[in-house]
Nanobody, 116 residues
Framework: QVQLVESGGGYVQPGGSLTLSCAAS????????MGWYRQVPGNERELVAT???????EYADSVKGRFTISRDNAKNTVYLEMKSLKPDDTAVYYC??????????WGQGTQVTVSS
C-alpha cells in the first residue's frame, strides 16, 4: 500500500520560513519523481516544485528563488524548504509521486497559512 504523509505545515508570518516533509512508503522511492503541489479552496491544484529521480528540480515562477525542493532517498522523504513566505503562499500543500505510467500517488495535504 502506497502512503505519502506530509508534515511541517503551520502558521507563519509574512517573510517567515517553513520546511515541509513528505515521507513515502510502499514504493521504491529512489525511482520516483516527486512533486509538491498546492491548492486554495475554489482553485485548481497547482504545481509548486518537482524533483526527478536524478535530483533535477523545477519550480513554478511564483516560488523561484524562495522555495527549494530536495530529497533524501535513504529516508524515503522529499522536502520543500520555503523562505520569504507571502500571504499568497497560503494553501494546502500536497506531495505527489509518479513513475512513468505508475501513479500519481498523492498525500493527504498539509495546511500552510501565511498571515500577520
Amino acid at each position: 500500500q502506497v502512503q505519502l504523509v506530509e508534515s511541517g505545515g503551520g502558521y507563519v508570518q509574512p517573510g517567515g520560513s517553513l520546511t515541509l516533509s513528505c515521507a513515502a512508503s510502499g514504493i521504491t522511492f529512489r525511482l520516483y519523481a516527486m512533486g509538491w503541489y498546492r491548492q486554495v479552496p475554489g482553485n485548481e491544484r497547482e504545481l509548486v516544485a518537482t524533483i526527478t529521480a536524478g535530483r533535477s528540480g523545477e519550480y513554478a515562477d511564483s516560488v523561484k528563488g524562495r522555495f527549494t525542493i530536495s530529497r533524501d532517498n535513504a529516508k524515503n522523504t522529499v522536502y520543500l524548504e520555503m523562505k520569504s513566505l507571502k500571504p499568497d503562499d497560503t494553501a494546502v500543500y500536497y506531495c505527489r509521486a509518479t513513475l512513468g505510467q505508475i501513479g500519481p500517488y498523492w498525500g493527504q495535504g498539509t495546511q500552510v497559512t501565511v498571515s500577520s
